[in-house]
């Protein structure tokens, strides 16, 4: 599907008996809402950010916080140049100064998307669980605080096998915390990940990745689907191939409106990644795609005005690209 046309298909109301959001139970039980500060989306606070809902076409999308991480991870010294390796260190350190971002590291939130369908309770992604960083993993105590039966999600659609992606998705002892869901891959997401030498082929600082991956794919193969671009996760939610953060990254298409695009990890950072989406990520297993799949994305929500949601934008990450100065900005739009 050619990525400057939007996706639509047939609008229907959205289904009757539609989860319910207790947003005043959501905040009486925990401290007040966390805040957030500047484009590198900071989270101050317990991870007690409130479900942020909305309506899109024949859905209905609840953004769901799983706390939040930094980058560089604690274990390693505080230099966002970590990040950008080949952006030369002036250059990286005025920008990051003029957005009023650190330079010795950025904190991340981490948004998860969870889509009611007319029969299907669909989460994208499972947030990283207990064993990335103590400050992320609140996805499952999230999800209870605001009413909502983890045994009632019936999809879980994977961008892509990362940890702050993936390791939600068991406890430390190996229950699954979504029983009763079917699981959805990218094919050749799961051929990476799943491949016997992957460890040895990536650098030693990714290989716990690896390791990871192959521990919770392991767990779901069971009740895991693996599936390419163009295929539709239900009527209305269709994969894009935005390849390149990881080598089967993929986001979701939802139909109506103007476009809603959940785009994963193809813009890392709101602030760098809009406004410098040429820069390499360290992140990135394979650049040059990467950078194209991230051009070609933001160019399609400036031009079409297709709105995105980002991973680890600022909560809730719902937004559109914005050209300027040849480039891009990021323009929240919840």
């Known amino acids: 599907m050619p990525s400057s046309k ?129 400050t992320a993993g609140k996805l499952a ?25 993936l390791w939600g998705v068991a406890d430390d002892g190996g229950t699954l915390r979504f029983p009763n869901a079917s699981y959805f891959v990218a094919e050749k997401e799961w051929n990476f990940w799943m491949a016997e030498d992957v460890v040895e082929k990536l650098p030693e600082r990714f290989q716990r990745f690896a390791l990871g991956a192959k521990r919770d794919l392991s767990r779901i193969k069971d009740k895991l689907k693996t599936v390419k671009p163009g295929d539709d996760i239900v009527s209305g939610v269709r994969i894009l191939d935005t390849s390149g953060h990881t080598p089967g990254h993929i986001s979701l298409e939802l139909a109506g409106g103007e476009g809603l695009i959940i785009a994963g990890d193809v813009a890392v950072n709101a602030a760098v990644s809009f406004a ?41 990450g719902l937004g559109a690209a914005e050209r300027t100065d040849g480039a891009y900005r990021f323009v929240a739009t919840s």
């Open 6 to 134: 939007r996706y639509i298909a047939e609008s229907t109301s959205t289904a009757a008996g539609a989860v319910q959001i207790d947003r005043r139970g959501f905040l009486a039980g925990t401290a007040a809402a966390a805040t957030m500060a500047g484009l590198d989306g900071v989270v101050r606070g317990h991870a007690a950010t409130a479900p942020y809902t909305f309506p899109h076409g024949a859905f209905e999308i609840t953004v769901v916080s799983d706390g939040h991480f930094v980058l560089p991870p604690p274990n390693r010294a505080a230099d966002v140049g970590f990040l950008y390796p080949d952006t030369p260190r002036p250059e990286l350190e005025t920008f990051l100064k003029s957005v009023g971002l650190s330079v010795d590291r950025v904190q991340l939130p981490n948004n998860v998307a969870l889509i009611r369908a007319a029969s299907d309770l669909i989460l994208v992604d499972t947030g990283a669980g207990g064993n990335w960083q103590p």
């Open 141 to 165: 105590e999230n999800l209870q605080r605001a009413g909502i039966d983890r045994t009632k999600i019936t999809k879980i659609v994977f961008t892509h096998a990362h940890p702050d992606h």
């Open 276 to 316: 410098h989406p040429e820069w390499r990520l360290a992140l990135d297993s394979i650049p040059e795609l990467a950078i194209a799949s991230r051009r070609r994305l933001l160019d399609r929500s400036a031009t079409d005005k297709t709105r995105l949601l980002g991973s680890h934008w600022p909560y809730p």
